[in-house]
């Protein structure tokens, strides 16, 4: 048994704040990914836990201005510093002169995502030794359903090459997520008070009807067992290794 399967073993299981203490106990270039509401709990939790906290976000260029207002108040209200993260702009510029702002409802949103989304991402991780993220395993049908709470990510690289994962709120559900950010009054989207659940960029994020799942928002037009971005690409990978 690996290093990481013996603590993935040791932590799973355990609470959302103990997953995070043994996070930030155990790596000093590590960083929380930040960009919904299961992302301020875990910063809820972990500013609590630390005076060195770090949070990275990525900036796409196409989120909604609650969004932008949403990121702003987190800010202000933990003080903290987000690192944010921008896509190349030559990219995007090829990208847009090429197929227009809207080709990912014509050939998909994978170019679109790998652009403003993957390869930032990529950038950063490349800085960091683990990342820490908001991954429920109720979450997406079909690629989240075995997150494990610490895992090595098999699709990025870290600053010395191994990129070990954290994911917290595996366990929990978003009524957990929810009933926290309650209690505790952490500052949230406001476009969850519309029937958005899943938020990403404006054009491929909508809201969803009682009863629906709440990735059914995401990227409606494609199919419902494949809604990743890139971000977490391993789950994809998982998910074809489970059904096989």
Not at 6 to 15: F, M, R
Not at 43 to 56: C, G, P
Not at 60 to 88: A, C, M, N, S, W
Not at 91 to 98: F, H, N, R
Request: with cysteine.
């Amino acid at each position: 048994m690996s290093e990481i399967e013996q603590l993935q073993k040791e932590l799973d299981g355990q609470s959302p704040r103990a997953i995070l203490k043994a996070a930030l106990a155990r790596y000093d270039e590590i960083a929380i990914s930040f960009s919904g509401a299961e992302d301020v709990a875990l910063i809820e939790m972990a500013h609590k836990l630390t005076d060195r906290l770090r949070v990275f976000s990525l900036d796409t260029g196409r989120l909604h201005p609650e969004t932008y207002e949403f990121f702003e108040q987190v800010r202000k209200h933990y003080g903290l510093e987000i690192e944010f993260q921008f896509p190349d702009a030559e990219a995007v510029q090829s990208l847009v002169t090429e197929k227009g702002l809207f080709s990912f409802y014509e050939d998909g949103h994978g170019e679109c995502c790998g652009i403003r989304k993957v390869e930032p991402l990529r950038r950063k991780l490349q800085t960091l030794d683990a990342w820490i993220t908001g991954q429920r395993r109720d979450q997406s049908p079909g690629t989240r359903n075995e997150v494990p709470v610490v895992q090595l990510d098999d699709a990025f690289e870290g600053r010395s090459g191994e990129l070990v994962k954290f994911n917290p709120l595996a366990n929990w559900t978003s009524k957990e997520v929810w009933d926290y950010i309650r209690i505790s009054e952490a500052p949230y989207n406001k476009l969850h008070e519309r029937g958005f659940v899943s938020i990403g960029c404006q054009p491929c994020t909508r809201p969803v009807l009682p009863g629906q799942h709440e990735r059914e928002g995401r990227w409606w037009w494609e199919e419902a067992t494949q809604k990743e971005c890139g971000l977490h690409a391993g789950n994809l990978i998982a998910s074809d290794i489970g059904s096989a």
